[in-house]
């Protein structure tokens, strides 16, 4: 059972003992906390700005009746002229609104025909070409006319994700399986049941902080993203170790799961971590956590020793400067040249 101690509102963990957390339980005061060789996972994950999501397209098809374009491909059968067993020939709809059937029979006007027209029109110009009764069956393969909705995309500060044409869906607080079907619920009001897969490329909003302490330099913060793996050496490494004004004086302040009421102090053994390669203090670092490295007191009382000295030091130059410069004058008034004319 860990040692809990509260100082005002704050816990202080001493030698905790390792547990798994479950994922939807984040570690308290009074919690066992994971450590480098008792990991837990994070909590499912949420979207928020400016994290970015990679939307990519399964099913895109416009909503029926769909009038054909210049630039469509279409996928165009027709019974007695497609050789039997072959797959059915793609054809582009040039600018003017045809397709081009061969030289036998012709180009074909289907630009604003939906396909049930399209296949009239092919019907009747292979009939006025002396065939009899023709079959024909024409179905969209490619729209121009729809916008590409794969890539990445930024959420905002709003957050909204922007699928252009499409309009944008908010997606702040959603899971990604949320995230999906917002968005495809968005693109229903413009395509026939739309499939989309989402993934995140970049996670942005969950971090943790490396605060380094300035012994009366001014204090660094890194701001680090987190991937649910990564232990209090593992944050350390990535801003290249401790800096000669560091002591060895290093803790994780935890803010409380709620935002409010008291936060966890998790102190930091680094000599045991480092040359010991003991794990008990080496903390999974979780998403908010503030790692903490305290200065070096000495070079920090030398930083403020400087700083008191330093006025006087310059007060005591201009002075002594100063009385050089009078004495000089006193000794030669006639200056440096007036001495050497004298030989």
């Known amino acids: 059972m860990a040692l809990c101690a509260l100082v005002g509102c704050r816990a202080v963990i001493s030698r905790p003992q390792p547990r798994l957390v479950g994922p939807q339980a984040p ?43 210049a630039s469509d491909v279409l996928s165009i ?80 500060p709003d957050g909204n994700v922007n699928l252009g044409t499409y309009g944008s869906v908010y997606v702040a607080g959603l899971t990604l399986a949320e995230a999906r079907t917002a968005i495809e619920a968005q693109l ?4 026939d049941q739309p499939q989309i897969s989402v993934s995140v490329f970049a996670y942005n909003s969950k971090v943790y902080y490396v605060i380094t302490e300035g012994a009366g330099a001014g ?19 990535q801003i290249n170790g401790l800096s000669r004004i560091s002591s060895k004086n290093i803790w994780i302040s935890r803010p409380s799961s709620t935002g409010a009421g008291c936060d966890t102090i998790l102190p930091v053994d680094w000599r045991e971590i480092t040359k010991g390669a003991a794990t008990n203090t080496n903390y999974q670092v979780l998403p908010g956590d503030r790692i903490f490295i305290a200065e070096n007191k000495l070079i920090a009382l030398d930083a403020i020793l400087n700083q008191a000295i330093a006025p006087f030091e310059r007060v005591f130059g201009f002075t002594l400067l100063g009385t050089q410069t009078i004495q000089t004058i006193n000794r030669f008034p006639l200056g440096i040249s007036g001495l050497g004319s004298g030989f």
């Open 188 to 191: 229903a009001n413009f395509l």
């Open 77 to 156: 059968e027709m019974e007695d002229i497609s050789e039997e067993g072959a797959p059915p020939r793609s054809y582009v709809v040039d600018p003017a609104g045809r397709v081009d059937l061969g030289l036998q029979y012709g180009k074909v006007k289907v630009g604003g025909l939906s396909e049930d027209e399209a296949i009239e029109a092919i019907r009747q110009a292979l009939i006025a070409k002396d065939m009899a009764d023709p079959v024909v069956s024409v179905q969209l393969v490619q729209s121009s006319g729809l916008q590409p909705i794969q890539g990445e995309h930024l959420v905002s």
């Open 219 to 237: 204090d660094l913060v890194a701001r680090l993203p987190i991937t649910g793996n990564e232990t209090v050496l593992d944050a350390i490494a």
């Open 27 to 69: 570690p308290h005061f009074d919690d066992m906390v994971p450590t480098e060789k008792d990991k837990t996972t994070l909590p499912t994950y949420t979207i928020e700005p400016p994290d970015i999501l990679v939307i990519e397209a399964v099913r895109v098809v416009p909503k029926p009746p769909y009038h054909i374009q």
